[in-house]
């Protein structure tokens, strides 16, 4: 079962591009690499998730370099909703997803 | 389309008594699962659930919870009885087979359960 590092805490302004590392040294073969955000009082939603090389979509951009021991969530130009929890979660298929403590971002005016 | 729902969303016992939360998942969603979330800390898996089989339960303290998914669809968490510390965030995911070896999880708002 992969296990994932990444930082306690980052904090950002508003316009500022954003980008968070997840260290996932003994990701297996067969592992996706998803990442989820949290906000107060919901729970965790899907923002993206990749195997290799670069995904995009409306929300983020996941890149994973070629050993794949770790990847960047990147979100452009945040705003102030953009404060939650974000999750970097490392599996496949129906093996247990198992979630960190996360990255609080936090975003200033 | 609905997401997952739970009920309650707050949920204030005292020590010793008992407690159910309950989630219906998104339809379609032969998956599901209960986590449980601490103050500060990530979710954590206490049940998964395929259809009506629970096929991990490694993580569910099974002296005072137990969980049931009748017909594979709707699901219920108990807690009998509740102690201090299963203060939490209890939350309900579901999602469906995966292509490949994607499993994309789709998570219900959350019960906060509070144990006096």
């Known amino acids: 079962l992969a296990k994932t590092t990444q930082p306690i805490s980052m904090d950002s302004y508003e316009g500022q591009e954003v980008n968070i590392t997840c260290s996932h040294n003994n990701i297996a073969t067969n592992d996706y690499i998803t990442w989820y955000q949290q906000f107060p009082s919901q729970g965790p939603r899907f923002i993206i998730q990749?195997?290799?090389t670069k995904v995009t979509n409306e929300v983020a951009s996941l890149f994973i370099p070629a050993d794949r021991k770790s990847s960047t969530l990147s979100l452009p130009r945040v705003s102030l909703s953009d404060t939650a929890v974000y999750y970097c979660l490392v599996g496949s298929g129906y093996s247990t997803l198992t979630f960190g403590k996360g990255t609080m971002l936090l975003v200033s005016p | 389309e609905a997401g997952v729902v739970q009920s309650p969303r707050y949920k204030i016992i005292e020590k010793k008594q008992p407690v159910a939360f309950w989630c219906n998942p998104i339809?379609?969603?032969?998956?599901l699962y209960w986590y449980r979330q601490n103050l500060g800390q990530g979710p954590e898996l206490l049940i998964r659930y395929e259809n009506e089989e629970a096929v991990d339960d490694s993580q569910l303290p099974k002296d005072r919870f137990s969980a049931e998914r009748l017909k594979g669809v709707d699901s219920t968490l108990k807690i009998q009885p509740a102690e201090l510390g299963d203060s939490a965030v209890y939350l309900c995911a579901s999602s469906s087979p995966g292509t490949g070896f994607v499993v994309t999880q789709y998570f219900g708002p959350g019960t906060r359960l509070t144990v006096l």
């Open positions: 339809s379609g969603h032969n998956t």
């Open positions: 990749g195997y290799k």
